[in-house]
């Protein structure tokens, strides 16, 4: 039975400007985030012994319990399938995570931190060293066996798959690989530091990241990018002001990371990481990032306090690294459609990392719109521009950047 957690609705002042807004948080603890496919946010809780997976059908504004004493350690949504790892297994929903059926047989109450999934097989990674390890559904999560064949520590720490290939870390042991659905596992370590433990993977195509600390020290050793299936991995840490790098997530093509000094975000495919953490007041430290079709969450730590942000996508992602190929020059190219009605895209070029600026004018040269305010690393841009709220007319944008300005002209035809 559902169960009402809050109804009341606290957020942060909102300025003009994007920004992380404090949302619900739907336990003490979030440690895991999904989107079903009916459009429910699904949140797995710790609260002290146990705790919950819950429920928002409205981007966290309030939250509804759905699976009672159960911590919600990972999420994956399959289709219509929700799966669960939780403190003794693995549950189901196939309602948007209203009700959920507990399809464990195979566990002996082993936590399951991470979900996988490859084609019609499902993967659960669990952390009760020296038990459990690695563990293989075939039908849905009917029935589980271990797949644990090469696995030193049997303490997974982080599960992702691209294709066929299953990627998984463990305790000391860095990234073991299996190509054969869990036959046999190998390490996959090269160009990663030594005794370094994968939290968190994240996928974009063939590119697999990974976010790795020491599991002694607790020193963090930033995001690492393999584009071979982990056969050699190079650091990709260029912004990051902390190098302890908590959770990795994706949207799109684009890349987020959560540190103990606040979420950053690449759009170059890791080449560089802007933090972006207005809204915090102080820089939080974060632990989760997760997006969905139109907002990116996280959890942060402010004050003392974990909470849950959110931020709309639309916001954060206005510009777009389209090509990382260092231009020769500065460029602003003609806006496309155009006439157009209500969006258009504008495309230009950074030939060198600084700031940049791109405006849209009326035809008295007023700023109606700032598009680009931001420092930037050389690349091919685009963003879009929406004219809702403007007249038909004619409009100019101008780019501004390093001693470099240049404007164009483009027709809003209603």
């Known amino acids: 039975m559902k169960k009402l957690l809050l109804i009341v609705l606290m957020f942060v002042e909102v300025s003009a400007n994007a920004q992380w807004v404090q949302v619900i948080s739907p336990g003490v603890y979030t440690m895991s985030l999904a989107a079903s496919s009916g459009g429910n946010l699904i949140a797995g809780t710790y609260n002290y012994p146990r705790g919950t997976v819950a429920i928002s059908p409205n981007n966290g504004m309030n939250w509804f319990t759905s699976l009672n004493n159960q911590t919600g350690y990972s999420l994956l949504v399959s289709g219509m399938n929700i799966f669960a790892g939780v403190s003794d297994g693995v549950y189901l929903s196939t309602d948007n995570g209203n009700n959920w059926t507990s399809v464990s047989n195979g566990f002996s109450g082993e936590q399951v931190g991470s979900l996988a999934i490859s084609g019609t097989n499902i993967f659960a990674g669990t952390r009760d060293y020296p038990y459990g390890g690695i563990y293989l559904s075939t039908n849905n999560g009917n029935n589980w066996n271990q797949v644990n064949n090469g696995i030193p520590i049997y303490d997974i720490k982080a599960l992702a798959t691209i294709g066929t290939n299953i990627f998984g870390s463990t305790s000391y042991s860095g990234v073991i690989l ?3 659905n869990g036959t046999n596992w190998n390490f996959v370590n090269s160009g990663l530091a030594t ?10 195509g063939t590119k ?37 790098v908590n959770s990795l997530s994706t949207s799109g093509t684009n890349l987020f990371a959560a540190t103990n000094s606040g979420v950053f975000l690449s759009t170059n495919y890791g080449a560089s990481w802007v933090g972006i953490n207005q809204g915090f007041g102080t820089t939080p430290s974060v632990s989760l990032t997760f ?61 060198s990392s600084g700031l940049a600026k791109l405006v849209v004018l009326d035809i008295l040269g007023k700023e109606v719109a700032t598009l680009v305010n931001e420092k930037l690393q050389p690349g091919t841009y685009e963003t879009t521009f929406d004219g809702n709220g403007l007249n038909s007319g004619v409009y100019f944008y101008e780019l501004m950047t390093d001693g470099f300005t240049e404007t164009k002209r483009m027709i809003l035809l209603k």
Request: hydrophobic fraction near 30%; glycine fraction near 6%.
């Open 208 to 244: 697999i990241y990974a976010c790795s600390f020491d599991i002694s020290t607790g020193e963090g050793y930033g995001v690492f990018l393999s584009t071979n299936n982990g056969g050699n991995w190079n650091a990709v840490n260029n912004g990051f002001t902390s190098l302890k």
């Open 291 to 351: 997006s969905s079709n139109t907002y990116s969450y996280v959890t942060a730590t402010t004050n003392l306090n974990s909470n849950l942000w959110r931020r709309p996508l639309s916001e954060i992602l206005k510009v777009q690294n389209t090509n990382t190929e260092t231009p020769t020059t500065y460029s602003l190219s003609q806006n496309y459609p155009n006439p157009f009605n209500p969006t258009t895209n504008i495309k230009f070029q950074v030939k």
């Open 178 to 180: 299996s190509t054969n």
């Open 195 to 204: 005794g370094s433990v994968v939290r968190s993977f994240a996928v974009l």
